[in-house]
Nanobody, 125 residues
Framework: QVQLVESGGGSVQAGGSLRLSCAATGYTSSNYCMGWFRQAPGKEREEVALIASGGRTNYADSVKGRFTISRDNAKNTLYLQMSGLKVEDTATYYC???????????????????WGRGTQVTVSS
């Protein structure tokens, strides 16, 4: 059974950094698109960053230059390095993965078949 488990969330002051991890089990993620999404209270889920099997990446404009998505295929793990955190980055962050060899296309959220339970990131001023 496929499972994605996020870790690394926490509380940090504005301007600080956090590194989120997503460990995949029951699934070989190396051939597929993976991504990070987030959802703040009262708001819709937001696409944050995508990474293709070959390492190509895409980012939301709001995080570009501050966040870096990466993957370690040998460890079957996805990462999100977050720097220069802002209060508006406060949200539950979700790891997601696809199971078909579709290209990583921004906005194709329906193609993500597997989702983690989320990890909370809280940024205080």
């Amino acid at each position: 059974q496929v499972q994605l488990v996020e870790s690394g969330g926490g509380s940090v002051q504005a301007g600080g950094s956090l590194r989120l991890s997503c460990a995949a089990t029951g699934y070989t993620s190396s051939n597929y698109c993976m991504g990070w999404f987030r959802q703040a209270p009262g708001k819709e889920r937001e696409e944050v960053a995508l990474i293709a099997s070959g390492g190509r990446t895409n980012y939301a404009d709001s995080v570009k230059g501050r966040f870096t998505i990466s993957r370690d295929n040998a460890k079957n793990t996805l990462y999100l390095q977050m720097s220069g955190l802002k209060v508006e980055d406060t949200a539950t962050y979700y790891c997601a993965a696809q199971r078909a060899t579709w290209p990583c296309v921004w906005g194709a959220v329906s193609r993500f078949n597997y989702w983690g339970r989320g990890t909370q990131v809280t940024v205080s001023s």
